[in-house]
């Protein structure tokens, strides 16, 4: 009997290989990531830039994740549609498209995007988003540009030990007189 030499090894993995990224499957979740990170592209440089804008990121952040639940709820047939195109085009396989609609559906498509959403979900929740939203409108850049009485309030309101409800009303106050105050009187903070 003879052994397969390593060379023969070899050509069976690259063949199993090829026939594996020839699959629909593989083809579908390749157009579906690329797809993915078009939508989250400018929410992912945002983040990166070392001049972070913070409420310019946390509005690209929003849109990212209705841009996300938009193509899980309406994005599937367009995308087979275009995954099909390509693979007729490319004389691949698809043979398992419609007998696997379901298992791309379920499987493959929605679970990636919860996947994804669920990421931007843990890594800004409401709390982290209100803090970096607070922390932007005391940003003294532009005579206070992006300051928001109410965001700063709602942030407040996170840390009941530190604010009752009469410091709380006393804070509503100070803001409306400090954003006058910075903006019209102190040097400092004008352009």
Known sequence: MKENSPHDLDK??????????????????L???????LLTN?????????????????????????RLQ???ESGLESLMD???????????????????LHHFRVEVF???????????????????SDLLLGMASLNPIDSFANFSKSIIMKLAEYYKSEFGDNELRDLSYQLDSFIVYARECDSKFLN
């Open 12 to 29: 069976l993995a690259a063949g199993n290989l090829l026939d594996k990224i020839q699959e629909f499957e593989f083809i579908f979740v």
């Open 31 to 37: 157009h579906l990531m690329f797809k993915m990170l």
């Open 42 to 66: 400018e929410l992912n440089k945002a983040l990166q830039k070392k001049d972070q804008d913070i409420v310019n990121a946390m509005g690209l952040l929003n849109l990212s994740k209705r």
């Open 70 to 72: 938009t193509m899980r």
């Open 82 to 100: 275009e995954v099909s195109s390509f693979c007729d085009y490319q004389d691949r396989r698809k043979k398992s498209k419609i007998s696997y």
């Open 110 to 128: 929605y679970a990636i995007i919860d996947l994804q959403l669920q990421e931007l979900n843990n890594r800004f929740d409401v709390v982290t």
